[in-house]
């Protein structure tokens, strides 16, 4: 079975400074991985995928996140955080096909302050 | 514009009640999954079809069921709806290139 978990359900970061969102996932096979964001009030939507290809994938917005086996993780970063980022972000795995085997993490909250 | 739409935007009904949330995918793709998100469950899977046959089932209740017809769109029913049930409905639409794209969401709720 597969699983995703994301430390810290709540991050607050300061305008300009570094985002970091961490992931962390469990697969039997080689997973693919997703993060998805979610503005209030709003679905999610696809920020960025991992499937196999390079290990630090760039997504929309200017975030990227970085696929390292050994450490099982896909955390999510960008550079500098803008007030437009506050939103919650949700790491997911997949490792199928046909997508049935799809896994959300709980969601992290970006706080992002002036 | 994920491509997925969703109807209703808002539901309000009472406990007791049942209703239909409909949903269709983007076009090209053949699945279609539902999904619960509430403040105290978060994301929770339902259940996945795929080019009209149920694929995958998640933590769906057995008051919940649902169907995708043969042009591809799919109908959530919730039925003897209680307060617990007030949530926002997700669907989301994808193919065999694995991931999802999500619809605005229905948002019930139960009084």
């Known amino acids: 079975a597969q699983s995703v978990t994301q430390l810290g359900s709540h991050v607050s970061v300061s305008e300009g400074a570094l985002v970091l969102l961490r992931c962390n996932y469990s697969?039997?096979?080689?997973?693919?991985l997703f993060w998805y964001v979610q503005y209030p009030n709003q679905g999610l939507q696809l920020l960025l995928k991992y499937t196999s290809a390079a290990t630090l994938v760039k997504g929309i917005n200017g975030f990227e996140a970085e696929f390292k086996k050994s450490e099982t993780s896909f955390h999510l970063t960008k550079p500098s955080a803008h007030m437009s980022d506050a939103a919650e972000y949700f790491c997911?795995?997949?490792?199928?096909?046909?997508?049935?085997?799809?896994?959300f993490g709980p969601g992290t909250r970006l706080s992002v302050l002036p | 514009d994920s491509g997925v739409t969703q109807t209703p935007k808002h539901l309000i009904t009472a406990t007791g009640q049942r209703v239909t949330l409909r949903c269709s995918p983007r076009s090209g793709d053949l699945s279609v999954y539902w999904y619960q998100q509430s403040l105290d469950q978060g994301l929770q899977f339902l259940i996945q079809?795929?080019?009209?046959?149920?694929?995958a089932k998640g933590n769906i209740l057995e008051r919940f069921s649902a169907q995708q017809f043969p042009d591809l769109h799919s109908e959530l029913n919730l039925s003897s709806l209680e307060l617990g049930d007030s949530a926002l409905y997700f669907c989301a639409s994808g193919t065999g290139a694995r991931e999802q794209y999500f619809g605005p969401g229905t948002r019930l709720t139960v009084t």
């Open positions: 079809y795929y080019n009209g046959e149920e694929r």
């Open positions: 997911a795995v997949s490792s199928s096909d046909y997508g049935q085997n799809f896994v």
């Open positions: 697969s039997s096979v080689p997973p693919y």
